[in-house]
């Protein structure tokens, strides 16, 4: 098979590393890839959301005889790909456009927990910045504040105090800094617990969860400073039992998929869960409509099934016969980036020791944001590299990933050094 995926970062690196395992596989296209892609894909000069991308993309499908396309960044599903594709008899993995705007509209992805009584947090939704200063002002803090559309990871705000709640809606509605995005916005309450990221395959009729993750999306250690993209991850989490996957399944997951398709929205792909373990139970924070970043990259590796025959089951609604298979083990990803990100950062800055920490066993750098200049790997972006380790435990796996992560080095290189110790601290509890 021809596979070709649409992305570029650490995520779209992490698939298509594992899609290259296949027996089924011959070539693996990227669009656009990145320095590291480059490496085991052929890339190809499309960037998603720029004129015409969609069309092109499908011509080049067309002319290379593409088997199958997979799309990893969120922005070309919520834009309608899967469906032009469709159009053009073109295999593609992925939810339409219809059931992307699960995450294209945080606003519609509320309302639509509150039709279908999926737990979530109680929430308000403003169209302009006036009405939510006067609402902030009778609100017990904290409270979350959330940007309507597609904001990169980073359009979520918690605010402490009413100072930071009039600022994050002046910023989002008033000033844009999120553009459209911020067209609209959600207050909701702050829900306390353990953040868990459950993904899961599913065929538009049956949902199969993978293992579980904890992303770490602040940027500083002990979750301090401004949201990110995430700046790093680890599977599975280590108080996920028996009894809460099919808590999950039974409140959360199932009544998504039902409820979309009673909607005509029939949905299949992947669907990322944003829960928080509330001493309520788990609730919904947000779907993603794709494979989470950074958790797809410690999530695959640990995956023993072929990826491409469960991307075909979830396609020809047949997710139900396969048996999907995971590895005993556990995985953690360290994010380095760039200093100054998530706001303003250089790039074009000379990356050296990859090669050393990739000849460590047990060890696999995903890149992000690099780019290949004179022949030798630059920055070109605020998340650069992802440095992933497997091995038996969480301790072992932190151990042996932060000692990858020293081998590497640019520039005002910045690392949270704290990854995984909440697993090791629940470990340790239980």
Known sequence: ???????????EHAICWKLKQSKLVDTIYCAPGNGGIGQIAECVPIVPGSSGYIQRLIHFATTNRI?????????????????????????????????????ASKVFAKRFMLRNSIPTARFQVFKDAQSAVEYVRHVSFPVVIKADGLAAGKGVIICNRIEEAIAAINNIMVERIFNEAGSQIIIEECLTGEEVSVLAFTDGEHAVQMLSAQDHKRIFDHDKGPNTGGMGAYAPYPGFTPQL?????????????????????????????????????????EYNIRFGDPECQVVLPLLETDLVEIMLACMEGRLNELDIKWKHLSALCVVLASGGY?????????????????????????????SIADDRIVTSGGRVLNVVACGDNIPQTKKLAYEAASLINFEAVHYRKDIGDRAIETARVK
Do not use: C, W
């Open 245 to 285: 996957y099919d808590l999950i399944q039974k409140d959360i997951l199932e009544p998504t998929i039902q409820g979309l398709r009673e909607e005509g929205r029939k949905y299949t792909g992947v669907i990322y869960l944003g829960l928080m373990l509330t001493s309520n139970g788990p609730k919904l924070l």
């Open 342 to 370: 998530p706001t303003s950062y250089k790039k074009n800055l000379p990356i050296t020791g990859i090669d050393e920490a990739e000849k460590m066993k047990d060890v696999t750098i995903f890149h992000a944001g690099t």
């Open 1 to 11: 098979m021809k596979i070709l995926v649409i992305g570029s970062g650490g995520r």
């Open 67 to 103: 088997d199958l396309t997979v799309v990893g960044s969120e922005l070309p599903l919520a834009d309608g790909i899967v469906d032009h594709f469709r159009e053009a008899n073109l295999k593609i993995f992925g939810p339409s456009k219809d059931a992307a705007i699960v995450e």
